[in-house]
């Protein structure tokens, strides 16, 4: 069975650090786009940061620019979140995913199949 497990998360201090990682149990890990999305009670899931599956290509929301890094080892079938400078705002549930399709088509969760669990990151201030 596919499943996708995030770990990393956990409380941090404003401007501080926290870098996410999702293992992927799919043999077809290096086929497929992989993104970041978050989700904070009743609102909906945002997206966060995509990769293609090669890792030359990256695509940001407006408000991690700067701040959050995603990337991938395909040898460990693992994608990361690196996050830094961390805001209050940033508090969420942070979600993987996986998209199928092999061109990346854009930032709506209807895209990705597959998802993970959650991990809890909560930012004091």
């Known amino acids: 069975q596919v499943q996708l497990a995030e770990s990393g998360g956990g409380l941090v201090q404003a401007g501080g650090s926290l870098r996410l990682s999702c293992a992927a149990s799919?043999?077809?890990?290096?086929?497929?786009?992989m993104g970041w999305f978050r989700q904070t009670p009743g609102k909906e899931r945002e997206f966060v940061a995509a990769i293609t599956s090669s890792g030359g290509g990256t695509d940001y929301a407006d408000f991690v620019k700067g701040r959050f890094i995603i990337s991938r080892d395909n040898a460990k079938n693992t994608v990361y979140l690196q996050m830094n400078s961390l805001k209050p705002e940033d508090t969420a549930v942070y979600f993987c995913a996986r998209d199928p399709n092999r061109y990346y088509r854009g930032k709506y969760p209807t895209y990705y199949d597959l998802w993970g669990q959650g991990t809890q990151v909560t930012v004091s201030s």
């Open positions: 799919t043999r077809t890990f290096n086929t497929n786009i």
